[in-house]
């Protein structure tokens, strides 16, 4: 348990009433509508207190401690897949423009009330996150370098401009967020808990500008494998039309308008069988950019090459881990400019992401030509980093690297 924690009790409240958890003075509420009840039985919650000063005041966060028997939520853990599943809490943090956040609650997951003329809806000023929590064989709860993202979350956020979380108020959001409902933390190797972060301009405004108020939002769903093939090679096609992003663009950053651009794309990959689409710059239209949500490798002989980033290319999480990872193999690591042609030469391709981890390819269609890789199988250099770094994402190897925080 975090130092600093101390215990309070749960006190049953009429289901129309908010829950108290720990003292009123401090507390957050939790919000209990009649179509959602609480499903905590026989609880005790600890409070986590962040003695940042610079947040203006304490912020205490309510959640399960780790010497109590939760209801797991009834699920076939078997058959999980990735696809969004409502869940106990969810988190919410406001502040208005030219200010801080400072005061966060959790409350029962549900829809939100957002004005039509809001920043998000109107103009797209929104960004998101994603990382997961791991459930290890002794119970404890992982998560994979949080800081991390806060980070990437305020560098877009700038780009955006919105106020952004301190890194230290998005980690405790999300360690509260997670310990709230840690009933739906798949066991031991039958999945993740997926954390979604969002920033959205809520507040509305007509004219084009930043919104008025802002609104920081965590929820959580419990995902199995984000393609249906799992640790299986994937078949992907160059598109060479259509772009993720151009320069000075939002390309480096994770805003939502990125994602719906790449759809119709998408949408009409796999509508001919493929898996995913693989993206070129929109300049020279012959280097490798992403896949629609991935980062790309390619393996040549004991080198490791992967677009540099320069603005059209999210930094994901998960490839800056894969690189660090692949140097303390003993491979080479390149970040550079990656040609079609040594995609076309390579002797392995994978993927890497949050939601995919590493997602190995089988082959690739360009104008036509398709190349394949590894045979049926997973390649070997795909298969060794994807077990060492998962391996430590679980726990079940030790972290060396520090990039695991354990919650209880």
Known sequence: MESGAVFAGLHPTPISQPHLLGPARSAIKLLSPPSLPLQVKQSRFASFVNQNNSIGKS????????????????????????????????????????????????????????????????????????????????????????EENAMRLRVGAERMCMPAPTVEQFVEAVKATVLANERWIPPPGKGS?????????????????????????????????????????????????????????????????NYAAVLRAQCAAKAKGFSDVLYLDSIHKKYLEEVSSCNVFVVKDNVILTPAIKGTILPGITRKSIIDVALSLGFKAEERLVTVDDLLDADEVFCTGTAVVISPVGSITYLGKRVTYGGDGVGRVSQLLYTTLTSLQMGLTEDKMGWTVQLK
């Open 59 to 146: 912020l205490r966060v309510a959640s399960p401690t780790s010497n109590v028997a939760l209801e797991q939520a009834d699920i076939d853990w078997d058959n999980l897949g990735f696809g969004f599943m409502p869940t106990d809490y969810m988190y919410t943090m406001k502040c208005s423009q030219e200010e801080t956040f400072s005061k966060g609650e959790l409350q029962r997951f549900g829809n939100i009330e957002l004005s039509p003329s809001s920043g998000i809806l109107n103009y797209g000023q929104g960004l998101f996150e994603g990382l997961k929590a791991y459930r290890k064989h002794d119970g404890n709860i992982l998560l994979f370098r949080p």
């Open 193 to 257: 808990l997926y954390i979604r972060p969002l920033l959205m301009g809520s507040g509305a405004v007509l004219g084009l500008a930043p919104a008025p108020e802002y609104t920081f939002l965590i929820y959580v769903s419990p995902v199995g494998n984000y393609f249906k093939e799992g640790l299986a090679p994937i078949n992907l096609i160059v598109e060479t039309e259509m772009h993720r992003a151009t320069p000075g663009g939002t390309g480096g950053v994770k805003t939502i308008g």
